[in-house]
């Protein structure tokens, strides 16, 4: 069955430094989005990205925050500077044209130290 | 922002009983999403519904769409064990768009053999 693929599951990185999330989405879909989980919080959307541009972003996702598709199966989330806050497991999702339902990969761990 | 309310927060349940929850709004949803979530994983779509007053159901899981379109329930019947996790309920809000979806504080299921 297809699914959506992250990489790293768990990544270290010390405040300031740069991190980029990767996510490979289900082949056939066009929407991917990143949402981010705080440890023991609920869900919440970042971004939308559709057609090579992002479609709608959330207060959360901030100027350090960028997506790119860098080729015709990546999808990936930078962030430019982390803060400790930033710690949080980020889920990459995707769906397909005109279909509401997502569908998330299992998740990276980002813990900012 | 929208919120949803998810209620019960969390349950301790006997092996084979019903298990009943539910989310609600004061916001206009076009779709209501139960997703499961296991320690460490992302969340795992269950139940898509879409149509007010709609009921679905995907083996012993249940879920409809209020004819309010302002809630949903989820009913689990004759749980297992592996029942045990995090249900969340989301939906995209009316006038929303596609892939951002709202999410509860979410339902965290026990299960005694």
């Known amino acids: 069955e297809p699914e959506v693929t992250q990489t790293p599951s768990h990544q270290v990185t010390q405040m300031g430094q740069e991190v980029i999330l990767r996510c490979v989405p289900i082949s056939n879909h066009l929407y991917f989005y990143w949402y981010r989980q705080i440890l023991g919080q609920k869900v919440e959307f970042l971004v939308s990205?559709?057609?090579?541009?992002?479609?709608?972003k959330s207060e959360i996702f901030d100027d350090q925050f960028s997506v790119e598709r860098p080729d015709g199966s990546n999808f990936t989330l930078k962030i430019r500077s982390t803060k400790l806050e930033d710690s949080a497991m980020y889920f990459c999702a995707s769906s397909d044209l005109g279909a509401t339902e997502a569908f998330f990969g299992q998740g990276t761990r980002l813990t900012v130290v | 922002g929208q919120q949803l309310n998810q209620s019960p927060q969390s349950m301790f349940i006997q092996e084979g009983e019903d298990v009943s929850m539910n989310c609600t709004s004061s916001s206009i949803f076009n779709t209501w999403l139960w997703y499961k979530q296991d320690p460490g994983e992302g969340p795992v779509l269950l139940i898509a519904?879409?149509?007010?007053?709609e009921l679905t159901s995907n083996g012993r899981l249940t879920a409809q769409f209020g004819i309010t379109r302002k809630d949903s329930f989820l009913n689990i019947s004759a749980s297992i064990p592996s029942d045990v996790g995090i249900y969340f309920c989301a939906g995209t809000v009316y006038g929303g768009s596609q892939g951002n979806l709202i999410f509860g504080k979410g339902t965290k299921l026990s299960v005694k053999p």
């Open positions: 990205f559709y057609n090579n541009e992002i479609s709608e």
């Open positions: 519904l879409y149509k007010a007053g």
